[in-house]
């Protein structure tokens, strides 16, 4: 009797809600598009898995071979736990496991895909109106997307980088506003082709911040690089015999990306994670009794729409910011100085 009590007590308890389950699952990247539960019937797109191992060389297969992630394939699974988690796994004939390469298309990898092919979409279209309607006023989406790009222009580009040279790289500015900006509504959507966290995952805003950083870094006038060394107006204390300054400047070039990285990453994700909060109390409460499950949804849904509200001009804040402060470094990186007059 009483191991049948300990039975029911774990299968209770296996049945509890998980509400990090539900947001990690939702934040992480993973090898299957989930779409939707009925019952205990997982429905999802699989995706391609490709992973290469020392031992056994290339492996080509979908994801549906892990069955969502419950069953071994061809000596591969998806980690349940430890350091691994939730990534693909090599488990070897003495049980240990070892990460393959993995150049897996993944959930995020899919929406990078189709957020690309998006952005052709929209200025392939867009640019073609220009090109037969050149002496026409814009309408239907050229009319949407104008203002934005006018905007970049005159209130992010020009101010930052200066008249003379904003134009070399205003493609930049535009690519990656619209690459965010994009990325961040498709998020907001729940079903496909939306609900890939792509924003907010760091190794997407690193590789953005990157490309600011080489293009910075690589447009810098020979001004902007004696500067970080020798800047002019500092006390010489502060430079010599320990050189802080410098240090200091040097160590700025590095923080600059550091901080695109984490300020995408981090807000998008933490918009997510509320969000998905306030929704899972709904089942938290309703563990309890379905009258305060009842009782808390009004509160958790208007919380969960007013977040999804919020989340739309987040969306646009965070593609502006990002694109503000890339234009800024740019710009002090191409000033030129021009010596001080000389004090009789």
């Keep these: ?41 997982e429905i999802g797109i699989p995706l391609p898995v490709i992973l290469y191992s020392q031992n056994s060389g290339f492996h080509v297969f979908m994801s549906s071979k892990f069955h969502h992630g419950t069953e071994e394939f061809d000596g591969f699974k998806i980690a349940s736990e430890g350091k691994y988690q939730r990534k693909v796994v090599e488990v070897m004939a003495d ?6 390469w993995d150049l897996s298309i993944t959930k995020n990898v899919t929406s990078l895909f189709i957020s690309i092919l998006l952005i052709l979409l929209i200025f392939i279209s867009v ?17 949407w997307i104008e203002p934005i ?3 970049i222009r005159d209130d992010i580009a020009r101010p930052s980088i200066g008249n003379e040279k904003y134009e070399k790289y205003l493609p930049y500015l535009l690519t990656i506003f619209f690459f965010i900006f994009i990325n961040n509504i498709m998020g907001l959507f729940p079903f496909f ?26 447009s810098g006038s020979r001004d902007y690089w004696v500067h970080l060394v020798n800047a002019p107006g500092i006390p010489w204390w502060l430079k010599f015999p320990i050189p802080l300054m410098p240090i200091v400047e040097i160590m700025s070039v590095f923080i600059k990306p550091f901080v695109l990285t984490i300020r995408l990453f981090a807000n998008i994700t933490a918009g997510h994670i509320i969000a998905l909060g306030f929704y ?7 563990e309890k009794s379905a009258v305060a499950a009842y009782g808390v ?30 234009a800024i470094y740019i710009g002090m990186a191409l000033e030129n100085h021009k010596p001080h007059a000389e004090v009789v």
């Design 280 to 286: 899972s109390m709904i089942f938290i409460f309703g």
């Design 127 to 143: 640019a073609k109106r220009y090109r037969e309607n050149f002496d026409k006023a814009p309408k239907g989406l050229q009319g």
């Design 149 to 151: 790009v006018l905007f």
């Design 1 to 41: 009797m009483a191991n049948d009590e300990h039975a029911v007590s774990d299968t209770v308890a296996a049945k509890k809600f998980n509400t990090g389950e539900l947001i990690f699952g939702h934040i992480k990247d993973s090898y299957e598009w989930h779409i939707t539960s009925i019952g205990h019937t």
């Design 297 to 326: 949804s009004i509160v958790s849904i208007s919380f969960t729409v007013f977040m999804s509200i919020l989340e739309l001009l987040v969306s646009f804040i965070q593609a502006y910011v990002f694109t503000l402060l890339s």
């Design 193 to 218: 082709p939306g609900g890939a966290n792509l924003t907010g995952d760091i190794s997407i805003t690193l590789v953005l911040a990157t490309f600011t950083f080489l293009i910075t870094s690589l």
């Design 95 to 100: 049980g240990t496991e070892l990460r393959p």
